[in-house]
């Protein structure tokens, strides 16, 4: 993944079509070089993605009759190099998905600066009784494996009940870190001394003989 300095650097670059005049568009590059199944050698080129430069728009006609299938041709260029060429294209989405965003880049890497920052914190934060860490990092849907189960363990540390609901109420799309949420939730109950009321499914004291919000007894 691009560093957002380096995201920036990439924007900040200026390359024109020879073909339609248009700026070019820094996208990642793919894996493979479509042609040979080499490396680009780069990990940003820049596109046109104009789909009115001619190239692009003859290019459909041209394929379907010289090769028989679907595709077309983008200009693209590496910014070290000092002429670019046609690449081939197998649909009109292609690159579209990999032109890079600034704001993204440096909002991923906001993102995960505050992740290493609330791991860092989980261990002072158990002595202070801080949920915030262990909560930032559990409900981070891109935060790692690793650092949210830590999170499930540190919110079994700091015992306190006010977390369950915000917990028991996300949607949790890894089914590893869904089973260790699963898991804690009625550990965490027995260490904070409570229970689910079988009726409305509350959270009340584990002794307790009457539901305080919709008046169920039970034995």
Known sequence: MLSADDCLRYCAMEFTCPHCKSRLQPCETPPFHIGDGLGWGAEVMFVCMNDECPPYVKGWDHIEATYGHVGSYRYM???NEKKGELMMVGSKI????SILDPDAVIAANKRHQQEKDWYDQ???SVSSKDLTPAMGILLDEHASKKHRSKACDTLLKIKDISCY???SNHEFKNTEVEFKVNSTLPMLLKVCFKK?????AEIIQVKAKKCKHCQKTFA
């Open 94 to 97: 292609a690159f579209t998905g």
């Open 196 to 200: 689910e009321c079988p009726d409305c």
């Open 122 to 124: 989980l261990d002072d």
């Open 165 to 167: 609901e915000a917990i």
């Open 77 to 79: 260029r590496i910014h």
